[in-house]
């Protein structure tokens, strides 16, 4: 996972300057002896999003599963810096 971040570029000085507070911060605790637990983040959240957006779907068919999906996407990669790759 580190190897892939870094070959994206994600910890390139450029890229850092661009980024916000909490994102500087993550990337930091990642790097440090804190990092598995930010996977163990990563996965719970991940999981979560399942769950709503198959309550999501039951609930409100495509349109529910959707819009689940889409703002937990945008929450993990404004906070996680992931993309759904």
Same mark, same amino acid.
């Given at each position: ?5 870094? &070959? ?6 450029? =890229? ?13 605790? %990642?790097?440090? %002896? ?13 999981k979560t999003?399942? =769950? ?5 779907? @039951? ?12 703002? &937990? @996407?945008?929450?993990?990669? %404004? ?7």
């Amino acid at each position: 996972m580190i190897n892939m971040l870094l &070959f994206k570029g994600v910890y390139e000085p450029q =890229v850092i300057r661009r980024n916000n507070c909490c994102q500087v911060t993550i990337k930091i605790v %990642f790097l440090s %002896f804190l990092g598995p637990f930010y996977f163990v983040g990563v996965e719970l959240v991940s999981k979560t999003m399942a =769950v709503l957006a198959s309550l999501g779907m @039951l609930v409100y068919g495509k349109k529910g599963y959707l819009f689940v999906r889409t703002h &937990f @996407l945008r929450f993990i990669e %404004f906070v996680f810096s992931l993309n759904e790759e």
